[in-house]
DNA sequence: CTACTTACGAAGGAGCGCTTCATTAGTAGC
DNA sequence: GCTACTAATGAAGCGCTCCTTCGTAAGTAG
């Protein structure tokens, strides 16, 4: 059951003040005519959380803008530049970074290449460097943070421990969340890169307004995240979408059949194997379509299985192979056409590499959001 | 984006009054003190709140508890009694219908036999008979009715259209929210059955308390309900948990190991069939264990990729099979344990029958609920 | 019958949002 | 450069909702 606590006129003014807040940072500058329309209030009344979120630094007058008729109104912006959210994407052989405002605006990315078998503080001082990176980009310091979200390959505890990663051997057993609370002394989230990848895309990407999305990170290793009902889907054990781990479902060793198809030159690096089947097939190759043809085989039986539990929207292609969408789309269509209830819409990402930063940026200010209109407490100042 | 209205003094009294109303259903008649202190509100204003709510109907004033010290306080209780839900359940063989208060709770229960092959106008007929039966058993009039939620087996559309029933060949194609509707004049509800059950297991049967579960129906035909984040989740289409449909997760034919099982005597009927071999293998017999064993295996599959894909916090086994499901439940945990990354438990339904029916009240008196508190409106006369 | 406990009811006060209206600071036209 | 027009501003006064306080009422316990 819900909040059973009662209010008196103090929570009334909370409420206008955040749904000001809320009309403020949906829209730019406003006026205060504008938004006394927009939230219902009169204008004094307006005024009034107008003032008080000025004082308590929540909100700032602009310039009023010339050239309009009648007398100048003052006009007013959420202070989105007060603070800022920090998005990691920790991978094998990279460690990314972005900087964003209040609203998600992202200010600043950078990147810290590491390789994949680096030792645990190696990787730790790569994530140092690329937020610190950021911070200068957009001329902030560590004290303007107000929270750290992390994306990684791996599997998770609800807490943020990593229980194990194939991609990185350090990182298994790792109390990750513990270990970036050290380093950074603000809110920090963790969660699987996979589902960051899947709130991008279902908040600035491929999958935009859709409540339900099934991702699927298509690479060398395959990966999946859930949005359900507009909010990342974790699962009680903070395990869900580990499709890949049931044998009939055909996900864990389907790559293979892109890697070792014998269009792929001998003795390429194993990470750009699967590129030269996917370029050969987009040519026409019949070996190396044969081996897509198989790919997709298998990589349908998991998605179908995904997409008959959930009835999704949408289904976003992600990762690596997702370069080649255009090979890959419409055998797999053609496959989940047949299996599927009700046929999703099939999209391919249009984020690529910095998917997974903005997703963390994203959950991140999900989560601030939360914290802010959800709380029972009057209005603080904005430190 | 929520809600961009502010709110004026009526406002809060709204949100006062609707607390108030809260609390009222969460705890049985309480005084004014009570009441005050639970939500936090004077006992002044906690007066004026109540008597609103007494002067619009939603609330009544009960006599005084005797026996106690001081002065008698005055008690009131939520009139959860000026209304009432109805649930269907509408099955191949029967029709089953309860009626329950405002606050779900049950009143009435009745059960009307109907041949699969039926005609609609018959089925429909027993539907009549059904709620007219309920309302007679506890003394009241369709004019009572507020909500009707109605489960059926077959696959819905969001409208409540019926796409097809193979239980109900009558019902495919048909418009069942609309007919039910010039039935009864009042809120209808359309949902699957499994769905439902899954619900009432949920609030009140083996998964109680559980924000994310995966309900297994089984029986001569598979279904599923989700419950995800404490509701049921039917998708973008309405087609959720339609695993069945996929060939590798081996559920289509599952049943067929029981059915057919030799330790069946000749000429029983096919809904009996299973009965004899889940009978026979909980009795030691080895080939009726060995078909359990089948059974089971691909039981398992399907169940693996739901469990894979969501994560949830329980499993529960409901359906005709269930009744055996001493003889199931062992050798389900046992594969899930080898393939499911987290092993949820796994625990068989415990309202039998009428689950169903339970959960279409729950799912009218979550309706209702959504509808009553999350409304812009101020509170209106109770009918 | 008295003391004690608990609730009731009335009075007075503070905060919040509303409406109203005179005032002010711009643009547009002559 | 002056006047008319437009739209926002600021101050005043009202009504509603909740709060605190305090004397009174209706029970039980001894």
Redesign the interface.
């Known amino acids: ?9 103090s ?2 003014r909370q ?2 003040s955040l ?2 807040i ?2 403020l940072r ?1 829209a730019g500058p406003l006026t205060l005519s504008a938004l006394a329309e ?4 009169s204008r004094p ?1 307006m005024k009034e ?1 107008a003032d008080e979120l000025v004082e308590l630094g929540w909100v700032e007058e602009v310039p009023p803008s010339p050239g309009t008729m009648g007398r100048p109104a003052r006009r007013y912006r959420f202070r989105a530049d007060s603070g800022c959210l920090v998005g990691i994407d920790i991978g094998g052989h990279n460690v990314r970074a972005a900087l964003s405002d209040l609203d998600g605006e992202i200010l600043a990315e950078t990147r810290q290449p590491v390789l994949p078998g680096a030792p645990l503080e190696e990787r730790l001082a790569a994530i140092d460097r690329a937020v610190s990176g950021c911070l200068a980009l957009s001329g902030r310091t560590a004290a303007d943070l107000w929270t750290v979200a992390a994306g990684t390959t791996g ?1 998770l505890t609800p807490e943020g421990r990593v229980t194990f990663s194939a991609a990185i051997p350090a990182w298994t057993g790792l109390d990750l969340a513990g270990k970036l609370r050290e380093m950074f002394s603000c809110q920090v989230l963790i969660e699987n890169d996979s589902r960051l990848a899947a709130l991008a895309e279902a908040r600035r990407g491929a999958a935009q307004g ?3 999305v099934v991702f699927l990170h298509v690479g060398r290793r395959m990966g999946t995240g ?1 949005i ?2 507009g ?1 990342v ?11 890949v ?6 996900w864990y060793d389907a790559p293979e059949h892109l890697n070792g198809c014998e269009v792929v030159p001998e003795g390429t690096a194993p990470e750009d194997a699967a590129g030269y089947t996917l370029a050969a097939a987009r040519d026409g190759h019949p070996v190396a379509l044969a081996a897509v043809d198989r790919y997709v085989d298998d990589l349908a ?1 998991g998605t ?3 997409v ?6 949408m289904v976003v292609l992600g990762g690596g192979f997702s370069r080649s969408a255009d090979v890959l789309l419409a055998p797999l269509r053609e496959r989940l056409e047949r ?4 046929m ?1 819409e099939v999209r391919a990402s249009t984020l690529g590499d910095e998917c997974v930063v903005m997703g963390a940026i994203d959950y991140a200010a999900d989560h601030l959001s939360r914290e802010l ?1 959800t709380s029972d407490s009057p209005l603080t100042p904005m430190r």
Chains 1, 2 share one sequence.
Do not use: W, Y
Request: charged share 25%; with cysteine.
């Open positions: 059951m819900a909040n059973l606590r009662g209010g008196d006129l929570r009334l409420l206008n749904t000001a809320r009309a949906g927009r939230t219902g209030l009344s959380v599997v859709a409540r339900d859930l359900i009902d909010k889907h974790r699962g009680f054990g903070a395990a869900a979408g580990e499709i781990m049931l044998p009939e479902a055909r039986v179908a299985a995904m008959l539990v959930l009835d999704p929207q299996t599927c209830m009700r999703p209109f």
